[in-house]
């Protein structure tokens, strides 16, 4: 069965440096891993995705995260923090299981950036 | 990406009487719909998974005779919280998961607040 865990509940950062926000998961098959950002109040907006292609992902608004399959992990990084990714971001993993295709999200981490 | 909307994008209802809310994609023909549920400060729970033409499918736990789910056609699928009360209240979200490209997009979400 899958299962996400962010491993942080909340991550506090100076504006400019780096960000570091952590995901660990299990799956039975190969799964397919995200990272969402969600603002207040907003839906969610996709960062970045893994699908078995590069390990190392890139996505919008300089954030990336690394596939390690022998951590089974997804930490989602960024070099510079900007007070504008304060924010709620979760790690999902999809994938197919007995009961059919599910996606699990993880319980979030929310980002606080300080001036 | 794929677009999906979502009517209305809040409501407030007295207790006891049912709410509709719609997800429509707008740009492709979802034969699967995802319904999912996210309270206060927490991350979002699947409650069912909706096909076209047939019965949805539900997570243990989600009671179907309260949250009716209809996909009558690919681009319209609709929940109905029947009964509402204040603890239904909560921000309801519908995703659709394109295969072509293993990712799932969500809508903006509707938030329910039931007095």
């Known amino acids: 069965a899958q299962s996400v865990t962010q491993l942080d509940s909340h991550v506090s950062v100076s504006e400019g440096t780096p960000v570091l926000l952590r995901c660990n998961y299990s799956s039975s098959y190969s799964p397919s891993l995200f990272w969402y950002v969600q603002h207040p109040n907003k839906g969610l907006q996709l960062l970045l995705k893994?699908?078995?292609?590069a390990t190392l992902v890139k996505g919008i608004n300089g954030f990336e995260a690394e596939f390690k399959k022998s951590e089974t992990s997804f930490h989602l990084t960024k070099p510079s923090a900007h007070m504008s990714d304060a924010a709620e971001y979760f790690c999902v993993v999809s994938d197919w299981g007995t009961g059919g295709f599910k996606t699990i999200f993880g319980a979030g981490t929310r980002l606080f950036v300080k001036a | 990406g794929a677009v999906v909307s979502q009517h209305p994008s809040w409501v407030i209802c007295k207790s006891g009487t049912s709410v509709k809310i719609e997800c429509r994609s707008l740009?492709?023909?979802?034969?699967?719909m995802f319904w999912y549920r996210q309270f206060p400060k927490q991350s979002l729970m699947l409650m069912a998974t909706s096909n076209e033409g047939s019965k949805a499918t539900y997570e243990q736990g989600v009671e179907k005779d309260k949250f009716l789910i209809n996909h009558a056609s690919l681009t319209l699928s609709t929940l109905t919280v029947t009964s509402a009360h204040p603890e239904d209240s909560s921000f309801y979200i519908c995703s659709y998961r394109d295969s072509s490209y293993n990712e799932q997009f969500f809508g903006p979400g509707t938030r329910l607040t039931v007095l």
């Open positions: 893994y699908t078995s292609a």
């Open positions: 740009d492709f023909q979802a034969t699967t």
